[in-house]
């Protein structure tokens, strides 16, 4: 449980070393855009070979695939909630965030930490980690970090408040490792399957709602493009 917990908060330190680079050296929109189309392949291969693929060797694909819409709906009912409270444009790097809630800014942000913290909890059992999930747990977090606290910072939060935010995401990124870790244990047979397809499809629905869109604004049609590279280096990860 402290690996998979340390595990978790390197995974999602990304977000505020993303904040430093915002507040330093303020990335373009073309950057951040790549890393997150890349970012979202690797996970979407990290999803498809260590999440769907070992749930079905402990479950049925029917109860799997009806997990896995599980999932992905409470994610988005999440989503939908708080976007109505004034943090859909958690991610905008143009400074949206200034006619949002800023509770309900921190709160997503926490929300789209969860899913993938999860699921590094369960590679994290027996002291290893997959080193594709947890690249792209870096890729999709880092260009957060950037993209989010760049219209943070144009919407006029001070940098200490944007790093005390970042600081209580890593916080819960790191319990809910530890949380998977347990949760997803080799002895936990069938429960282990369902809770592995409920968190990939929260993980699909994070990556299609909140990483995608924003790539997809800046980069268009070159966005599958580069999906598909992350993809291709997800294959390669699993190999080591």
Do not use: C
């Not at 996970?43 to 997990?67: C, H, N, T």
């Not at 708080?82 to 921190?106: F, N």
């Not at 200490?160 to 936990?188: E, H, N, Q, Y």
């Amino acid at each position: 449980m402290i690996t998979a917990f340390l595990w978790g908060a390197a995974g999602a330190s990304a977000l505020l070393v993303g904040a430093v680079i915002a507040y330093l050296s303020r990335p373009s929109r073309v950057l951040i855009a790549v890393v997150m189309a890349v970012g979202t392949g690797v996970l979407l291969g990290s999803v498809s070979y260590e999440l769907v693929d070992d749930a079905i060797a402990s479950s049925d694909v029917v109860w799997v695939a009806a997990l896995v819409l599980v999932g992905a709906g409470a994610f988005t009912f999440g989503d939908w909630l708080l976007a109505r409270r004034g943090g859909s444009e958690r991610k905008d790097p143009t400074g949206a965030q200034a006619d949002g809630s800023p509770l309900a800014i921190v709160l997503g942000s926490v929300l789209d930490g969860i899913p993938e913290s999860f699921v590094l909890g369960l590679t994290a059992i027996g002291g290893g980690i997959s080193a594709s999930l947890f690249v792209g747990i870096v890729l999709s977090n880092l260009p957060e970090g950037m993209a989010s606290s760049s219209g943070l910072r144009i919407a006029g939060w001070p940098r200490r408040r944007v790093f005390l935010m970042w600081g209580g995401v890593i916080l819960v990124s790191a319990v809910s490792a530890a949380l998977g870790s347990v949760l997803l244990g080799p002895d936990t047979g069938r429960a282990g399957a369902a809770a592995q397809a409920f968190a990939a499809g929260a993980l699909l629905a994070m990556l299609a709602d909140t990483l995608l869109p924003e790539a997809y604004e800046v980069e268009g049609v070159f966005t599958g493009t580069l999906v598909v590279v992350g993809f291709a280096a997800s294959l390669g990860l699993q190999a080591l």
